[in-house]
């Protein structure tokens, strides 16, 4: 897959930041305060809370949304220039409300490595983070591990191994680490591990380096 001008292991010194934290910038505090309301509706006092009145001025914000957004495949395009796909992909994008978002950092030994708390949105079992969310996470993850290696591909295969439940609401770790590159396969390990060094998540991906032409 062609990484562009995307910075590597070879390339770059211990510590790169590989995704785009949230900025100040308009898109980045609309998008913020979107993730605050997901996680606030979960929260709030569904008796209390006036939801009519709610609903009302939330549809009023996403009428007026829509009513200033292109064709779709004209936004796809604008999505996918430069760099493109760090700011609005569903991990680590800024401008992707149900993205956590998680900042990404290449370090000298060829791994990347973020940390996330992650809340109500997230929830699977009690109190515990959602098990396709972990492979969410890991899958996007180990994508980047790839880029940061040096060659990138499409997920073939993930398989997934639950040691425990992740919890919510306490720092995570996520790491991921490319293994070996034979011809077009590449493989690529990574996992999610609790403050303590427990391991909740680990997985193995198969990766396959193909042409995925951007919108134009
Ligand atoms: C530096 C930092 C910058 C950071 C900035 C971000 C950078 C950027 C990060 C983006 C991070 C996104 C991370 C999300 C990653 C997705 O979400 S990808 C989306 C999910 N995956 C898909 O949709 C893939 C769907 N499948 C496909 O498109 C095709 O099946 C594939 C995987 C491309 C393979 O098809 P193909 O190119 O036709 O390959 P094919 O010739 O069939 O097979 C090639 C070889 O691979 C083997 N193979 C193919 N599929 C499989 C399989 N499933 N299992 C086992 N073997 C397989 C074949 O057996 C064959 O082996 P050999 O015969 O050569 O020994």
Known sequence: MDLGSHPTF????????????????????????ARRVVDAMLRTDR??????????ELNSIADHLEEHAPAVAERLIDMWNGEGVTRHDPVTGPENAIAPPIVLEGLSDGSVRGEVTLTMPYQGPPGCVHGGVSALILDHVLGVANAWGGQAGMTAQLNVRYHRPTPLFEPLTVTGRQMSVEGRKINTVGSITTADGEVCVSVEGLFIDAAVPRPR
């Open 47 to 56: 008796a209390n809370a006036n939801l009519d009145r709610v609903a009302e």
């Open 10 to 33: 070879e390339s770059h010194d211990d510590g790169t930041v590989l995704t785009s934290a949230p900025q100040d910038a308009p898109v980045d505090r609309a998008t913020a305060a």
